[in-house]
């Protein structure tokens, strides 16, 4: 049975919900089958439709009376992904999106059903003027969690530390569309070179909002087409990931673990930082992410990184003061990320939160184990979460670790993320990043 583009995505959707799959692995197996000129359609669509889950369901509840929850996954589903496209893309006509639901759903056998997928999208376009939002006077998380889309839970944990306005410039952030940030390898290229071999490739760049090495990238839909990232010249990373790589401010000749460091990336940085002369070790939990570092250490060449297979709750007394530095880029909710990462927003609980606490813990007991007497530790985050960021900075500390002045290691533009002198807190709208938190510790000789 050949699927339409639309019953494509909406089986996409359906897995994404069934088995809480990642997003991102789910759409990228995907896409290899998918025609080229539809592949930015389904892109779109899928995260467009994760990202503003929330207020969908809360729309289409106020218009059926058949709660969303209570629906049949495809019809579900068909609706979810039919509301996105009549509120948020202007150039299908709504009457295209609402006839492609009813095909869906007779096509799949719920001709039953048809009329009521038809007739509520319809009734929607109708009085899509007439849609009541909750009242900010009234209720200011739940607002706040309908107009943005973003759980309430993570509103009620922001507003405990942050101030409402920052908190509505926190949400306005994750809903902007994630950019392609890119760091050049300082070992095989330099800044000049770097931005004329993209010209000639032609993809458009603009320069990071704080760092040197970054570049934001437009006309790239493709890694694997240009030539320069074949030979090793640039990486993908974020802008505030590669901040972490600075605090940690490596030597050449240090001995350096990097406990979780899938993908690479920063350990990749750190080996250049390095000028490759050194040692670093990074460990993963999982045999075919040190595949991953491997490849993507040999094509930046780099030649001091030693992939290695550890469960990093276990401890392995072969690494007990055996190293200068340790980078901890700890497992986490991921929540400053949600502009890349939709499924977040309806993936992770509040609940969940305390399990990863808990397995940052076990992480940090093994890394300060690891540290030789006077070593450094930086702790790392890609989450706006004060239990899993400033609250570990607490249990850090509790272990007899002192937080380090990191502010000469701070561009000027982020000095006002700094929380403490040993810790900073990026948050997304700041400077356009994902949402990040890096502290560093030194331990007692």
């Not at 038809?118 to 007439?130: M, S, T």
């Not at 530790?377 to 706006?384: A, D, F, G, P």
């Amino acid at each position: 049975m050949n699927k339409t583009v639309r019953e494509q995505i909406v089986d996409l959707l359906i897995e994404i919900e069934k088995e809480a799959s990642y997003a991102q692995l789910v759409l990228k197996r995907a896409l290899q089958d998918i025609d080229a000129k539809d592949k930015g359609f389904v892109t779109e669509v899928v995260y467009g439709t994760l990202k503003y889950q929330i207020k969908l369901d809360y729309i289409l509840n106020q218009f059926s009376k058949t709660p969303v929850h209570r629906m049949k996954p495809l019809i579900r589903n068909v609706m979810r992904m039919s509301l996105y496209q009549m509120l948020y893309l202007d150039k299908v006509p709504t009457s295209a999106i609402i006839n492609e639901a009813v095909k869906i759903v007779k096509k799949r056998k719920f001709q039953n059903l048809s009329g009521f997928v038809n007739g509520l999208l319809r009734n929607i376009d109708r009085q899509r003027e007439q849609i009541i939002y909750p009242d900010e006077t009234k209720n200011l998380v739940l607002a706040m969690s309908i107009h943005y889309a973003i759980p309430e839970w993570m509103i009620e944990e922001w507003l405990k530390v942050y101030k409402e306005e920052e908190v509505k410039s926190i949400c306005e952030a994750l809903n902007e569309r994630a950019e392609v940030c890119a760091r050049y390898n300082t070992l095989k290229t330099n800044k000049l070179e770097f931005e004329e071999t993209l010209k000639v490739e032609g993809i458009q760049l603009k320069e990071g909002a704080f760092l040197e090495e970054a570049f934001y990238l437009k006309g790239v839909d493709n890694l694997q087409n240009s030539p320069s990232f074949k030979k090793g010249e640039w990486t993908v990373q974020d802008e505030s990931a590669m901040l972490v790589a600075h605090v940690m401010a490596p030597q050449k000749g240090d001995c350096i673990l990097d406990m979780c460091s899938a993908p690479g990336g920063k350990s990749i940085h750190m080996a250049e930082l390095m000028e490759n002369a050194g040692r670093i070790v990074s460990c993963d939990i999982h045999p075919h992410k040190l595949e991953l570092i491997k490849k993507n250490a040999e094509r930046m060449g780099i030649t001091i990184i030693e992939p290695t297979l550890q469960d990093g709750t276990l401890k392995n007394e072969c690494y007990v003061e055996a190293f200068d530095k340790v980078l901890l880029d700890a497992p986490c909710s991921g929540l400053g990320i949600m502009k890349r990462k939709p499924d977040i927003r309806t993936h992770k609980s509040k609940e969940g939160l305390l399990e990863i606490v808990a397995l940052q813990k076990k992480l940090a007991l093994a890394a300060i184990s690891y540290l030789k007497p006077g070593g450094r530790l930086v702790y790392s985050t890609c989450t706006i979460s004060h239990e899993e960021n400033e609250g570990m900075v607490s249990y850090i500390k509790a272990l007899g670790l002192e937080l380090e002045n990191i502010v000469d290691t701070i561009p000027s533009p982020l000095k006002r993320a700094i929380k403490e002198k040993g810790m900073i807190q990026i948050l997304p709208h700041m400077a356009g990043t994902d949402g990040f938190f890096i502290a560093s510790f030194k331990k007692g000789v």
